[in-house]
């Protein structure tokens, strides 16, 4: 019998992997980093390899559906945004003033939103900004506003932030700041928890076979213990099979036991 052989083909059964699906691509080495961490605080192992146009993320096609839930309950992978001098970079182009303005608007956003996002907790920053602006000849100048929202996690307290994202913020857009603080007639910030992963199948995969998460540890080690338990049937069938390894092996436990029977003499 060959239980080398019968070895191998159990580990592999155990230990097999599915087909791979890509799950991102173009991610740079930060943002994929923080996608595997994520995936593996749900049990969910992913594989990172560099491409052409970046990173590329890819997890096993069973656990694609679950991979995308956690990541986006996490806000992973993080939106790209523009710096001010990718969007004012200098191409020969005359822009109208019109364009100018909605580039510094949109570049100001960004900028704002990228800031936010440093913050431990938060999930999505999404700002958005009204220059001061006369409407028309002779009328008043109207004053600048912003509008803040701020997606996040249960880790963020909003009450303990809210004061210095607003004064950030009203520094930050010019016409905005007051002496004392942002006005609340031009200022919005609104804060909205993010919903939590919540896994109804509470199952992952292991090898080519679905289990509990909760026992993905306890299957990890059987993995180890099995080729053990196997090797072990098989000597005890090689035993009763073999009537000479049988008597070989009483007999040297015989010995061993000092229970050894010799003929008696007459």
Not at 13 to 34: H, I, P, R, V, Y
Not at 39 to 56: P, Y
Not at 167 to 180: C, D, E, K, N, R
Not at 224 to 231: E, F, I, S
């Amino acid at each position: 019998m060959k239980w080398p052989t019968a070895l191998l083909t159990l580990c592999l059964l155990l230990t097999g992997c599915g087909q791979q699906t890509e799950l991102f691509s173009g991610l740079s080495e930060q943002d994929a980093n923080d996608v595997i961490a994520s995936l593996a605080e749900q049990h969910i192992e992913a594989d990172k390899h560099s491409a052409k146009t970046g990173i590329v993320v890819a997890v096993d096609s069973a656990e694609i559906n679950r991979a995308v839930r956690v990541l986006d309950a996490a806000g992973l992978p993080r939106r790209a945004r523009s710096s001010l001098g990718e969007i004012f970079k200098k191409e020969g182009v005359i822009s109208t003033p019109l364009e100018e303005r909605a580039r510094y608007i949109y570049a100001l956003s960004q900028e704002l939103e990228a800031t936010l996002s440093q913050i431990d907790g938060v999930v999505v920053a999404r700002v958005h900004v009204v220059l001061p602006e006369r409407v028309a000849p002779g009328e008043p100048v109207q004053p600048a506003s912003a509008a803040v929202f701020i997606k996040h996690t249960a880790a963020l307290d909003p009450d303990s932030v809210r004061g210095r994202i607003q004064q950030m913020v009203a520094s930050s857009i010019p016409g905005m700041a007051s002496g004392t603080g942002p006005d609340s007639r031009k200022f919005s910030l609104v804060f909205v928890p993010a919903a939590e992963f919540q896994d109804s199948q509470q199952l992952v995969s292991f090898g080519p076979f679905l289990v509990d998460s909760k026992q993905v540890g306890f299957w990890s080690r059987m993995v180890w213990l099995a080729p053990v338990g196997v090797l072990a049937l098989i000597v005890l069938l090689m035993l009763v099979v073999r009537a000479d390894w049988r008597a070989a092996l009483f007999g040297r436990v015989s010995r061993r036991g000092g229970g050894t029977n010799l003929p008696s003499r007459v």
